[in-house]
């Protein structure tokens, strides 16, 4: 079996089955040093328990009827320069007593390319602060717990004006604009180099306190994310569990060359504005074998609003997501509304959607201005499981204390001016759709500024069947009616493409409206 090496750490490897295959695959057994280690059927898996500075060789064979020779591949694991227990730095680990003082003392302690183990237990913590070239071990068994209480968490100022005149100086963010927030359970300025790994937990302990209460309303500063990475470069978060997140789990904000591996987000249903995944004016991000369930949008790619667009331009380029289940959250994978900076080369593949209102949801509005475009946007390779709304665009977006305002909502042509934002291409391949509700492709671009193309190939989608059902919003705009068994509504799109299409259950016949350029090839509606 063909595998590559996804990333090696100190005392770990990622590796990604390559084939066509969605998530799992055949069984499979992992030989290590020629023994066997581990059964598996998942198309990435991470292996720990590994030494620093040590080679390795490794195999994948079938577990069954294979008979082939095994093919080894050989790493030698990343080098350390010391490992630090925090139980040596007297963290207790009973989940009573405050344990950060001593946890942040490890981390102060540690030197470049050294290791900060965190073994099982309970530890109760306040906000930690992580430095340049450290690797965070939390050990099987291990839960970082936040503190339940918000008047033991700092605050990161929203903008200070710099003694040197050269600008603001930004630390706090929240839904896109520089604004004061509580620091995160694991929170990184500026860092670089930083593995955070191990079969452990980061707990944000929203659950137990009043995070999720009020969630509208700033008390102090806004709520705090998990783990917020401010400015950093070459992240790598490998196998953790990060749960009850007071807000967004993890927010990489103007920070490059992030990867998360086999790392699983999880926020219960009912728990608001807890999306999993929001890279903010990020580029080269990578999401492989992941598994996201919250109770907002499992992944929103974003690049802030105007303030943040007009001064610190920095759009959100190069982000691949391959062989991860998204579930039940709002959207399965976001790109807006705040994004007006733009948001360009997202690929995602090899995934599987699993309940989550809409599936591939573009989201932008009025007033977000000309850099805020999104380009060359496309999925393929994917299943959407009990996915109402598998495809919404929507240049309409009611967000904000203005979103309601005619300028924002007006359907009539507007002129084009410093407030329009756009939308390029998007293309969608191979995707099977299971239990759609309200519309496969709800599509609707501004007048002014339509959208620039849609292809849709390779697509089988069936309708649930009970007629009854009731009909739901499709698009957060004014104006715009429910629905329920729309097979396609499109309208003021540049260039709309359907190529080998099938549509089971469906009630209506597309609904294409001011289309430039309409291409339609084996569509069968039935």
């Given amino acids: 079996m063909n595998f590559r090496l996804a990333a090696v750490m100190k005392r770990s490897v990622?590796?990604?089955?390559?084939?066509?295959?969605?998530?799992?695959?055949?069984p499979y057994i992992v030989l290590l040093n020629g023994e066997e280690l581990m059964r598996e059927s998942r198309n990435v898996i991470s292996i720990f328990g590994l030494e620093p500075d040590t080679e390795y060789r490794i195999a994948i064979i079938l577990a069954e009827g294979g008979g082939e020779e095994p093919k080894w591949i050989s790493f030698r694991t990343a080098p350390e320069s010391v490992l630090l227990d925090v139980r040596e730095f007297g963290a207790l680990g009973d989940g009573k007593n405050d344990d950060t003082a001593c946890i942040q003392a490890a981390i102060e302690a540690c030197p470049k390319d050294g290791t900060v183990r965190i073994p099982e237990g309970r530890y109760l913590t306040r906000p930690l602060f992580l430095r340049s070239g450290l690797s965070l071990w939390l050990d099987r068994g291990a839960v970082l717990l936040g503190d339940p209480s918000r008047e033991h968490y700092p605050r990161l100022p929203g903008m200070t004006e710099r003694s040197d005149g050269k600008g603001g100086f930004n630390l706090g963010s929240w839904e896109g604009d520089p604004e004061t927030s509580y620091a995160s359970l694991l929170t990184g300025i500026e860092l670089r180099n930083v593995d955070i790994f191990g079969e452990g937990t980061v707990d944000g302990n929203a659950d137990r306190s009043d995070?999720?209460?009020?969630?509208?309303?700033?008390?102090?500063?806004?709520?705090?994310?998990?783990?917020?990475?401010?400015?950093?470069?070459?992240?790598?978060?490998q196998g953790v569990l990060v749960r009850n997140s007071p807000s967004w789990t993890i927010h990489p904000y103007y920070t490059d060359g992030i990867s998360l591996y086999n790392v699983t987000i999880w926020n219960p249903p009912d728990s608001p504005n807890t999306d999993g995944f929001d890279p903010e004016s990020c580029e080269d991000v990578l999401l492989l074998g992941c598994r996201i369930s919250v109770g907002d949008d499992c992944i929103a790619i974003k690049s802030g609003k105007a303030r943040m667009a007009g001064e610190r331009r920095k759009a959100s380029?190069?982000?691949?997501?391959?062989?991860?289940?998204?579930?039940?959250?709002?959207?399965?994978?976001?790109?807006?509304?705040?994004?007006?900076?733009?948001?360009?080369?997202?690929?995602?593949?090899?995934?599987?959607?699993?309940?989550?209102?809409?599936?591939?949801?573009?989201?932008?509005?009025?007033?977000?201005?000309?850099?805020?475009?999104?380009?060359?946007?496309?999925?393929?390779?994917?299943?959407?499981?009990?996915?109402?709304?598998?495809?919404?665009?929507?240049?309409?977006?009611?967000?904000?204390?203005?979103?309601?305002?005619?300028?924002?909502?007006?359907?009539?042509?507007?002129?084009?001016?410093?407030?329009?934002?756009?939308?390029?291409?998007v293309r969608a391949e191979n995707i099977r759709c299971s239990?759609?509700?309200?519309?496969?492709?709800?599509?609707?671009?501004?007048?002014?500024?339509?959208?620039?193309a849609i292809l849709l190939r390779g697509i089988d989608a069936v309708f649930l069947e009970d007629p009854e059902r009731p009909k739901?919003?499709?698009?957060?705009?004014?104006?715009?009616?429910?629905?329920?068994?729309?097979?396609?509504?499109?309208?003021?799109?540049?260039?709309?493409k359907l190529e080998n299409i099938s549509i089971r259950g469906a009630e209506k016949e597309p609904i294409l409206q001011n289309i430039s350029e309409y291409e339609s090839r084996a569509f069968i509606l039935r």
């Fill in 472 to 496: 739901r919003q499709v698009l957060m705009m004014d104006d715009f009616p429910p629905m329920r068994g729309m097979s396609i509504y499109a309208k003021n799109i540049g260039s709309l």
């Fill in 317 to 425: 380029r190069n982000f691949a997501l391959r062989n991860s289940i998204l579930e039940r959250g709002h959207g399965a994978l976001t790109i807006g509304s705040e994004a007006a900076a733009g948001v360009y080369r997202v690929e995602a593949s090899l995934c599987i959607f699993s309940g989550t209102d809409r599936g591939l949801r573009l989201k932008t509005r009025r007033g977000r201005g000309p850099d805020c475009f999104y380009d060359e946007i496309y999925f393929h390779d994917i299943r959407m499981e009990n996915v109402p709304m598998p495809f919404t665009f929507n240049m309409f977006y009611h967000c904000d204390a203005d979103g309601h305002e005619r300028y924002v909502q007006s359907q009539e042509a507007l002129p084009v001016n410093a407030m329009t934002p756009g939308i390029g291409a």
């Fill in 14 to 26: 990622t590796l990604e089955l390559i084939n066509r295959d969605i998530v799992y695959t055949r």
């Fill in 435 to 452: 239990g759609v509700d309200s519309a496969l492709l709800c599509a609707y671009g501004l007048p002014e500024r339509p959208i620039g």
């Fill in 211 to 237: 995070w999720w209460e009020e969630h509208k309303t700033k008390r102090g500063a806004w709520r705090p994310r998990t783990i917020f990475l401010c400015r950093c470069r070459c992240i790598r978060i």
